[in-house]
């Protein structure tokens, strides 16, 4: 689909295992370089998984996995998490005020994160800049969603990985926070990558689609292919059949 120099994060025959259970069977795809692709599935095709490999929290029995045309174990530990951001669906905040979730990622690194700095990262999800003293009890979801995303960017990511990150919002909820990723996508070319249940969402949101199915990717290309499949497995996905 890509060459080596579009490629943001590349699987090669990767598998995974948890003890006897299988998770990821030699899998072999890429992600384009400042696209949005979106990962659909049904529950337990191993799509949070694959994420939790493109950040180095765990390591693949087998295969190898590129992160911008590197061996994902010549990084730092540090290093490709910086590289590669999680926002996840449940938004996990830290008691207290907004700045203080902002600031965590640096002051974890032993750095300070300034308030004008966190003023303009609020700014750019679309939250006003009063917002930074704020206790996070008080955010509503779709609120506490932006924040868990702005976060994330404190780092910087060249990749951006969401899980399943707007399947808790109401609709309106919802469209805010697509229409910020688009943004971020736009504005900063960060590579995002979505898993969603919702395929709508998924066919609207992204640029190419993976869809993954009892571990393995069993079909990828332009989202556009959720509208007509080729595999017969993703085809009775598509239509909603339970397989």
Not at 16 to 28: H, R
Not at 222 to 239: A, I, M, T
Request: hydrophobic share 35%.
């Amino acid at each position: 689909m890509n060459t080596l120099n579009d490629t943001a994060v590349q699987f090669k025959q990767v598998s995974y295992s948890d003890g006897e259970l299988q998770i990821i069977k030699n899998v072999t795809g890429t992600f384009p370089k400042g696209k949005i692709t979106t990962l659909v599935g049904p529950s337990g095709a191993g799509k949070t998984t694959l994420f939790r490999l493109c950040n180095g929290l765990i390591s693949p029995d087998s295969g190898e996995i590129l992160i911008n045309g590197k061996n994902i174990n010549s990084y730092e530990p540090t290093e490709l998490r910086r590289m590669a951001g999680l926002a996840l669906q449940s938004a996990t905040m830290l008691s207290g005020s907004v700045y203080k979730n902002l600031s965590m990622p640096l002051t974890l690194q032993g750095e300070e994160f300034s308030e004008a700095a966190a003023k303009d990262l609020l700014k750019d999800v679309g939250l006003d800049t009063d917002f930074l003293h704020r206790n996070v009890k008080d955010l509503s979801g779709g609120q506490r969603q932006k924040v868990s995303i702005a976060r994330t960017l404190v780092n910087k990511p060249k990749i951006l990985l969401l899980d399943e990150i707007t399947s808790s919002l109401d609709r309106v909820s919802q469209e805010e926070i697509e229409t910020l990723i688009k943004k971020i996508n736009n504005n900063y070319q960060v590579t995002i990558i979505w898993i969603t249940h919702n395929l709508q969402q998924a066919l609207s949101i992204g640029e190419y689609t993976w869809v993954m199915m009892n571990g393995e990717l069993v079909e990828s290309g332009e989202s556009s292919l959720l509208s007509h499949p080729q595999n017969d497995k993703v085809k009775h996905f598509v239509k909603g059949d339970t397989e």
